[in-house]
């Protein structure tokens, strides 16, 4: 899988947007872009996902680049319970059947 | 979204003695499940691969002998830590797949176990 790219920490004001950016510059065009977030001594829960057309649900918004190298996920209306770690995955088929091989993320503060 | 089910949610064991935790997908079937750790501050690993009615594939450095993975049905897979030691305190977490396991389908986790191994 494609490894993916990004920052360690952000903050966010509650009620602004949160845009998380995240690099994957060696996609390829069969893997898709997927992000989870791990709120503290949870499972990760699902958020969205896309192969290279925007893609908005209840809970967010994904932006991919034409190219594909980048993307970033952008939560609309922060609230303190938006507080997570982010994970940005690429992912395709592999040994391991269709796993998520989980990097660093994205450890997003909320703040009042 | 699907409900995956893990129990127990924490554990504590002394050192030695073995631990199983289970996972259920509770409105859908599985034949593929995944067996994720993670330790204090960093990221999720994956361990091993569980298929219904086979034997299950172990990433490189996982015991297959130590982390006993069972996936006798397609809503259960277990896992059993033997033998556990202080080392293998840990977030143990469960992840599974609807069947037709696709490249855009997504996973679904349980809510993790916390092992502590005294």
């Known amino acids: 899988d494609a490894k993916t790219t990004q920052p360690p920490s952000m903050d966010c004001a509650e009620g602004r947007a949160a845009n998380l950016p995240c690099n994957h510059s060696?996609?390829?065009?069969?893997?898709?872009v997927y992000w989870y977030r791990q709120i503290h001594s949870q499972g990760p829960q699902y958020i969205i996902h896309?192969?290279?057309n925007n893609e908005t649900n209840e809970m967010a918004s994904l932006i991919i680049t034409e190219d594909r190298k980048s993307s970033t996920l952008i939560l609309p209306h922060a609230t303190l319970r938006d507080t997570a770690v982010y994970y940005c995955?690429?992912?395709?088929?592999?040994?391991?059947?269709?796993?998520?091989?989980f990097g660093k993320g994205t450890s997003l503060l909320v703040t009042p | 979204g699907a409900v995956v089910s893990q129990h127990p949610s924490r554990v504590i064991c002394k050192s030695g003695t073995s631990v199983k935790i289970e996972c259920r997908s509770l409105?859908?079937?599985?034949?593929?499940m995944f067996w994720y750790r993670q330790f204090p501050k960093q990221s999720l690993m994956l361990m091993a691969t569980?298929?219904?009615?086979?034997?299950?594939?172990?990433e490189q450095g996982v015991e297959k002998d130590k982390f006993l993975i069972n996936h006798a049905s397609l809503t259960l897979s277990t896992l059993t830590v033997t033998s556990a030691h202080p080392e293998d305190s840990s977030f143990y977490i469960c992840?599974?797949?609807?069947?037709?396991?696709?490249?855009?389908?997504?996973?679904?986790f349980g809510s993790g176990t916390q092992l502590s191994v005294l």
């Open positions: 569980s298929n219904e009615g086979s034997k299950a594939t172990y």
């Open positions: 992840s599974a797949s609807p069947p037709r396991q696709e490249v855009n389908e997504k996973l679904f």
């Open positions: 995955i690429v992912r395709a088929g592999s040994n391991s059947g269709y796993a998520l091989n």
């Open positions: 060696t996609i390829s065009g069969n893997e898709y």
């Open positions: 896309g192969l290279k």
């Open positions: 409105d859908f079937q599985a034949t593929t």
